[in-house]
């Protein structure tokens, strides 16, 4: 909401000029007004005005209106926070169910460690003549494509056996994976990537609670679709 501040200002400068106690900061005032400050700026407008030329009935009206909206919208913002606050808190305490327990999340990650390279999984909303999958890097290289074919709708396992486009094996890390389908009239398939793990431990972050899984991966936990029991 913005407020107009100029008959504010116009009332401080007659102010200053006959009582040197009076100091504002224009930028400052103008790049951030409290509601402290509008109620200074409007005592000191009442107590500086000109006697010759008084303030408006209307226009005080509408200062002391912009003035009540504030104070609604600065406490609106506060309670907003506070709830804000608070389910994040109820989300993280709710996260302490998935503990131990096998989910199934949106995601594009697959984990390289050793031998060990988790399964990816598709999920497509009809049959597929074809589907394109990129793997890239932590760093958005891409380092291998992997392309299938004659799909039925639902989910599809996406193994990769770690190896880049020379056939050379990939180092251990993160990777991500982008996918197109297509059917067989080369119209677009709509296809969501899944993954899995078992949940370890929670991470609360400014994103939201997060799950971690036992190769590292992590889950926002709005994300998770499905849980068991690992």
Known sequence: MSIDTTSYYDSLTLASSTDTSVTVTTDTAAASLTSEDFITLLLAELEYQDPTDPVDNSEMVDQMTQYSQLEQMTEMNTKMETLNESMTSMSAMSSLDYIGKQVEADGSTITVSGDDISTLYLLLEEDAASATCNIYNSSGTLVDTLTLSDLESGYTSLSWDGTDYN????SDGYYYVSVSAEDSNGADVDVTTKTTGTVIGINNTSDGVYLTFED??????????????S
Request: hydrophobic residues 40%; without cysteine; glycine residues 12%.
């Open 167 to 170: 056939g050379e094996t990939a």
């Open 216 to 229: 590292g991966r992590s889950v926002n936990i709005l994300d998770v679709t499905f849980a068991t029991s």
